[in-house]
C-alpha cells in the first residue's frame, strides 16, 4: 500500500514568511508525529499526534512552530516568521497506534533565506 | 533525557568486507530500539526493533543484536547497494518519541 507523503518536496521562502508543510500518514495510522533533521544528524522530535489531538508537543522549539491535525489524517505543520534557523528537513512519520513502528515519508526540504 | 551515540561517524568497507556499528544508549525504561536505513535525500526506512536485552533480529546480510546499554548492526559480506547512513533510536516508556543517534555513514567500495 502506499506510504507516508509529503508536500512539498521542497520549499524556499524567505525570513520572515509563513509556510505550511503537509503530511498524508500510512491510511489507518491513528498516530503521527513530526521530526526535524539538520545536516549530519539524526531526526529530532518535535510533536506526536494520537487522533486529533496533540498529544506530546514538547519538541517544538518556540511558539512559531503549531501542527493541525483535524480530521485524524492528514496534518499541517505550520511556521510563522521563519527564520534561517529553520532550514532543514521536517519528517514526517506514522505508526499503527502509539508505540507501534513508525514509518517516515520522504520529508520536505526547507530553505529559509 | 534518552540519549544515543553512534559510532564510528563514518565507514568505508570493501564489498565483502564484514564490519560492526555501534549503538550506546541512556533510557530511563526501554521500550524498544529501532535501526532504520536513510538514502541521501530519502527518509529513514524502518530496518528493525529490538526490545530486550539478548535480543537478536536479521534481515539479509544484516543482524541487529541487543544488550542493556548497546545495540550493534552486524553487516556480514557488505554489497555495494548496502550503502547508506543506519540510524540507531530509542524509545522510552515515558513517551511514544524516538530520540535518535546522529547516525553512522557505511560506503561499501566494489
Known amino acids: 500500500g502506499a506510504g507516508v507523503s509529503q508536500t512539498p518536496s521542497n520549499k524556499v521562502t524567505e525570513k520572515g514568511k509563513y509556510v505550511e508543510l503537509r503530511c498524508d500518514p500510512i491510511s489507518g495510522h491513528t498516530a503521527l508525529y513530526w521530526y526535524r533533521q539538520s545536516l549530519g544528524q539524526g531526526p529530532e522530535f518535535l510533536i506526536y499526534?494520537?487522533?486529533?489531538?496533540?498529544?506530546?508537543d514538547s519538541g517544538l522549539p518556540n511558539d512559531r512552530f503549531f501542527a493541525v491535525r483535524p480530521e485524524g489524517s492528514v496534518s499541517t505543520l505550520k511556521i510563522q516568521r521563519t527564520e534561517r534557523g529553520d532550514s532543514a528537513v521536517y519528517l514526517c512519520?506514522?505508526?499503527?497506534?502509539?508505540?507501534?513502528?513508525?514509518?517516515f515519508g520522504p520529508g520536505t526540504r526547507l530553505l529559509v533565506l | 533525557e534518552d540519549q544515543v551515540t553512534q559510532s564510528p561517524e563514518a565507514l568505508r568497507l570493501q564489498e565483502g568486507e564484514s564490519s560492526s556499528l555501534n549503538c550506546s544508549y541512556t533510557?530511563?525504561?526501554?521500550?524498544?530500539l529501532f535501526w532504520y536505513r536513510q538514502d541521501p535525500g530519502k527518509g529513514p526506512e524502518f530496518l528493525f526493533t529490538?526490545?530486550?536485552a539478548g535480543e537478536e533480529k536479521e534481515k539479509e546480510r544484516l543482524k541487529a543484536t541487543l544488550t542493556k546499554k548497546e545495540s550493534f548492526l552486524h553487516i556480514t559480506a557488505p554489497k555495494p547497494e548496502d550503502s547508506a547512513t543506519y540510524l540507531c533510536a530509542v524509545q522510552g516508556r515515558r513517551d511514544y518519541k524516538l530520540s535518535f543517534g546522529a547516525g553512522t555513514t557505511v560506503t561499501v567500495r566494489a
Open positions: 529490538l526490545y530486550s
Open positions: 499526534f494520537q487522533g486529533t489531538g496533540a498529544a506530546d
Open positions: 533510557v530511563s525504561g526501554l521500550r524498544g
Open positions: 512519520a506514522s505508526s499503527l497506534t502509539a508505540g507501534e513502528t513508525q514509518y
